[in-house]
């Protein structure tokens, strides 16, 4: 746990990441808040920080107060974040995330885009005026599916002109990368929908685009096999995510990050199968000392914890000393002021001024 890791250029002190949470408290313009770099800040002393999910585009837009990478002023909104992240010791990705179907005029002034004009049943979202259910998406033409990739890209380009380490794309949990690979939702006639060829185009032309952009040493990707997020059916799992990772391996990214809910044969054909650093997320692990050990035993490079580092900014050092760990207060886990954001303590002097901690 406590070994360095060397991923792509970067060298990983530990093997613990900072996963991605969706904490809702940027302007409505996309751009992070004046605490966000306290935020990130604190928590540098993770092997890693994944952000939260970030939308390449104004469509991309799902929930309230999510922050972008499509306008100037957004890049350097990020650029404070990454240079205190930086200064602090640490490294960061940007999670580039487009929310599909998930998504609701009221949020973003427009009606959601998604492989194909369906949704499953009784989904609903936050808005200004409470919770509403989704509306029904407006299916992306062929053209638009190709802009889509553009954007992702484009975002990728300015994350590291924001000063990001390199970005993660957003595969995984019902949003529109997902969507595209599930047999639900993407009911598309064109090349991309109808077969598992069809269906992991968008997730390998993203990537593919993405890697060009930046290079691939700067890419990462979430997937997370069967777990129904957003109403989401793969009954063909067990042979789409080979044939998808098969793909994705050939672009040489830098890590892929599975979400470890397709049971053990999938998961261990996706280990096979994936020839660069596997970073894996236990969302049942309630331990993050335990089911840190348990991923790495099995094969995993590293592990990326939630929860614990929302309530520990020093967590990689609580768990080296065995110390006792925050509770979050999930009640303010999303939007708000800098309560349940940057007000959990720290056993001792600030992590992100004493970056060497760990």
Do not use: C
């Not at 002034?109 to 989704?134: E, K, M, N, Y």
């Not at 894996?280 to 490079?301: H, I, M, R, S």
């Amino acid at each position: 746990m406590f070994t360095p890791f060397e991923l792509g250029s970067l060298r990983l002190p530990h093997r613990l990441a900072m996963a991605p949470m969706t904490r809702s408290r940027s302007y409505v313009d996309g751009i992070p808040s004046p605490l966000a770099p306290l935020y990130y800040g604190q928590r540098a002393s993770a092997a890693l920080i994944i952000t939260e999910g970030i939308q390449p585009s104004p469509a991309g837009q799902g929930y309230m107060n999510t922050p972008g990478l499509h306008t100037d002023q957004q890049v350097a909104g990020w650029r404070e974040v990454t240079d205190a992240v930086h200064a602090a010791g640490g490294r960061i990705f940007a999670q580039i995330m487009h929310a599909g179907m998930v998504g609701h005029p009221d949020n973003t002034g427009a009606v959601p885009l998604a492989p194909s004009a369906v949704r499953p049943d009784g989904l609903q979202i936050f808005t200004p005026s409470g919770l509403q259910d989704l509306p029904i998406p407006r299916e992306l033409t062929t053209e638009e599916v190709e802009a889509t990739v553009r954007d992702f890209a484009a975002a990728a380009r300015r994350a590291v002109d924001a000063g990001f380490d390199g970005v993660e794309l957003h595969g995984a949990n019902g949003y529109l990368i997902h969507q595209f690979l599930s047999q639900n939702v993407n009911l598309r006639g064109d090349r991309y929908g109808g077969s598992i060829a069809g269906r992991i185009r968008f997730a390998v032309e993203t990537a593919k685009a993405v890697a060009e952009e930046i290079g691939p040493d700067r890419v990462g990707i979430r997937l997370s096999p069967t777990n129904g997020a957003q109403g989401l059916v793969e009954d063909d799992a067990h042979e789409l995510y080979p044939a998808l990772v098969s793909e994705l391996a050939e672009l040489d990214l830098v890590y892929l990050h599975l979400i470890a809910t397709g049971g053990d044969e999938l998961n261990a054909r996706i280990r096979d199968l994936w020839p660069n650093a596997l970073v894996v997320n236990d969302p049942e692990g309630a331990d993050p000392a335990g089911t840190a050990a348990k991923w790495l035993e099995w094969g995993a490079d590293v592990v990326s914890i939630g929860r614990a580092f929302l309530a520990n900014p020093d967590l990689p050092l609580r768990l080296r000393l065995g110390a006792p760990l925050n509770e979050p207060d999930l009640s303010l886990s999303f939007g708000g002021d800098h309560r349940g954001y940057t007000d959990y303590p720290a056993l001792g002097p600030h992590p992100a001024a004493e970056p060497a901690a760990v």
